[in-house]
């Protein structure tokens, strides 16, 4: 096996493991009050991941990179930002759940599959790892933008009168 090279039982896994966490959270996250900080975190937290292209095995061309990217931020980001609804509860801005949430992770984990299938045949498995990073992070960011946006917008209402 060469080197950088996993069998695909233990990308399924671990990409199901992945999934599996990203739904537990979600779910932890309806549970208590949103902040500025709740939201910027992640993805502060997700870009030390852009320390893997100090290795040069992990480097793709600009290109593919701006295309992975792109791809998260325009189109995967889309179906995220349509299911998280920020809705104020008292003084406190709470993230609704959506029934569609689970489905639509479980739809993007297939696509996932599907495109690392085609991808592995154009980069290595470690590029691909890359790409899908930048993705993700595009993902994220155009998602937690929009959460934040809507976060200040219902800040700045005035909190509704009891009963």
């Known amino acids: 096996m060469p080197l950088g090279h996993l069998p695909t039982a233990v ?6 493991a992945g999934a599996a966490v ?10 208590s009050p949103i902040s500025t900080r709740k939201i910027v975190i992640p993805p502060l937290g ?3 991941g852009f320390l893997m292209f100090l290795a040069p095995a992990a480097r793709v061309p600009w ?14 980001s889309y179906p995220l930002s349509r299911t998280s609804r920020l809705v104020r509860s008292g003084d406190a801005v709470v993230m609704q759940r959506s ?3 689970l489905w639509i992770l479980l739809g993007l984990v297939a696509v996932r599959f599907v495109l690392r299938v085609y991808i592995e045949q154009v980069v290595t498995q470690v590029q691909t790892g890359a790409l899908f990073f930048l993705l993700a992070f595009g ?14 917008r219902l800040r700045a209402e005035p909190a509704a009168e009891p009963g």
């Not at 990308?11 to 199901?16: D, T, Y």
């Open 11 to 16: 990308v399924v896994l671990v990409s199901l």
């Open 22 to 31: 990203m739904i537990g959270w979600r779910m932890r996250e309806t549970r």
């Open 46 to 48: 997700m870009s030390t």
């Open 63 to 76: 290109s593919y990179a701006s295309a992975a990217f792109a791809a998260g931020a325009l189109v995967f």
């Open 99 to 101: 029934s569609a949430f």
């Open 139 to 152: 993902m994220i960011v155009r998602w937690r933008v929009a959460m934040l946006l809507a976060y200040r």
